[in-house]
T-cell receptor
Framework: NAGVTQTPKFQVLKTGQSMTLQCAQDMNHNSMYWYRQDPGMGLRLIYYSASEGTTDKGEVPNGYNVSRLNKREFSLRLESAAPSQTSVYFC????????????FGDGTRLSIL | SQKIEQNSEALNIQEGKTATLTCNYTNYSPAYLQWYRQDPGRGPVFLLLIRENEKEKRKERLKVTFDTTLKQSLFHITASQPADSATYLCALVRSGNTGKLIFGQGTTLQVKP
């Protein structure tokens, strides 16, 4: 039972390159989330998907796009990477119930030169 | 704007003592507050949830309090062990929200043998 799987685990990009971060879950959860984590900033929500076929912006959506491919998969795309997007990216899932926790993957560490 | 703050300085304590971590929030009333543990290189893992109408919640050596007047939550680990060393994150959700979490920046706890 893998839970939430993120690929790749590490990536180095050059400024201007594009990249898609993948997230897959086997928890049968309706909601999926993308966060970024920067030193001293905590986790910040980029985009989320309350259910298959829907996506909404979070706190810091600029420079990113998302696709909820099906119930299991939620991808995050950087169309033209910038050094400010160097971060650790976490995918999370949840039932969507207000009082249930979120379950996180182990992150993708992305460096943009 | 909404703000949630945790002690940015690391907390160092001796094994066997009680660790107390603080989470303060401003500008709105959360429906509930969650605490997560994060180990280096890993995603956050859910520990406890406390609702706005609960004063205290316990789970084994963990205790969380929630004071909506002070706008503060305290997270206690009793009889701390070196294995408790990690970063602890608090997160909250406002009433009526769709489960989107707002995270503090985390406090790193180091328990020395």
């Amino acid at each position: 039972n893998a839970g939430v799987t993120q690929t790749p685990k590490f990536q180095v990009l050059k400024t201007g390159q594009s990249m898609t971060l993948q997230c897959a879950q086997d928890m049968n959860h309706n909601s999926m989330y993308w966060y970024r984590q920067d030193p001293g900033m905590g986790l910040r929500l980029i985009y989320y998907s309350a259910s298959e076929g829907t996506t909404d912006k979070g706190e810091v959506p600029n420079g990113y796009n998302v696709s909820r491919l099906n119930k299991r998969e939620f991808s995050l795309r950087l169309e033209s990477a910038a050094p400010s997007q160097t971060s650790v990216y976490f995918c999370a899932t949840g039932t969507g119930d207000l009082y249930q926790p979120q379950h996180f993957g182990d992150g993708t560490r992305l460096s943009i030169l | 704007s909404q703000k949630i703050e945790q002690n940015s300085e690391a907390l160092n304590i001796q094994e066997g003592k009680t660790a107390t971590l603080t989470c303060n929030y401003t500008n709105y009333s959360p429906a509930y507050l969650q605490w997560y543990r994060q180990d280096p290189g890993r995603g956050p893992v859910f520990l406890l949830l406390i609702r706005e109408n609960e004063k205290e919640k316990r789970k084994e050596r963990l205790k969380v309090t929630f004071d909506t007047t002070l706008k503060q939550s305290l997270f206690h680990i009793t009889a701390s062990q070196p294995a408790d060393s990690a970063t602890y994150l608090c997160a909250l959700v406002r009433s009526g929200n769709t489960g989107k979490l707002i995270f503090g920046q985390g406090t790193t706890l180091q328990v020395k043998p």
